[in-house]
């Protein structure tokens, strides 16, 4: 089993690495194409990973979270549009879930009110804004049940 770093503030990628108890030389003998330097660098933040290599990390590791958090936290464009996932129990997921729908279902009828005309008004606008809240949650919980899924089916 490797020694674990004493080192606070690890990446992710270095937490995972060291849950699995994988050196950085036997966790390169997984990777196949990433050497043990290339690793050392990543999870230093000497440089970053590129995308591929979180893909791989992410199959090998059996962590599909890290593809969520590089998109979400270090590619320039995810940064702006990817929220970040945090993991969560099924259960967590499926009651926060089935509060977002309930939720939208009240508020169905106001999203039908506010568009039907194609036009959102400006006394409509903090309703709208209030709808499309609650549909992004909805879409957060999507993607965390499918984080989920992929860790654990």
């Given at each position: ?39 050392e660098r ?82 409509e606008i ?13 879409s957060v ?13």
């Open positions: 089993m490797a020694r674990a770093s004493i080192k606070e503030n690890k990446t992710i990628y270095q937490q995972k690495r060291e849950e699995l108890g994988l050196s950085r030389e036997k966790a390169a003998e997984l990777l196949q194409y990433i050497t043990p330097e290339r690793i990543i999870e230093s933040r000497k440089t970053n990973a590129n995308p591929d290599e979180v893909v791989l990390m992410a199959k090998k590791y059996n962590c599909p979270y890290l593809c969520n958090h590089f998109c979400s936290n270090e590619c320039a464009i995810g940064k702006q549009y990817v929220p970040e996932i945090k993991a969560k129990d099924l259960s967590q997921i499926i009651l926060e879930m089935l509060a977002s729908l309930n939720s939208m279902q009240r508020k169905q009828e106001r999203l039908i009110e506010i568009t039907s005309d194609g036009v959102i008004e400006k006394e903090h309703d709208f804004l209030a709808i499309q809240n609650e549909l992004e949650k909805i919980t999507v993607e965390t049940l499918q984080l989920w899924a992929e860790q654990n089916i």
